[in-house]
């Protein structure tokens, strides 16, 4: 997925992104969220800023 640095990506986003991987990969959500903070977030977490940050928390969250 191609994402611009201009805006907060919202729950629904990750929630989305993170099915997305558990199905491509066969994974678990916990190999999809680490999977996703390696990739995704290029290992740092306020990469895309802090709301995006807290709505990857809370949708996987919603995962475990």
Do not use: D, W
């Amino acid at each position: 997925m191609v994402v611009n640095n201009g805006g907060n990506l919202s729950q629904a986003y990750f929630r989305a992104y993170l099915n997305l991987i558990i199905t491509a990969k066969a994974c678990s959500a916990l190999c999809a969220k680490q999977y996703m903070l390696e990739h995704f977030f290029k290992g740092n977490p306020s990469h895309f800023g802090p709301v995006s940050y807290e709505s990857f928390v809370q949708a996987t969250n919603e995962r475990e």
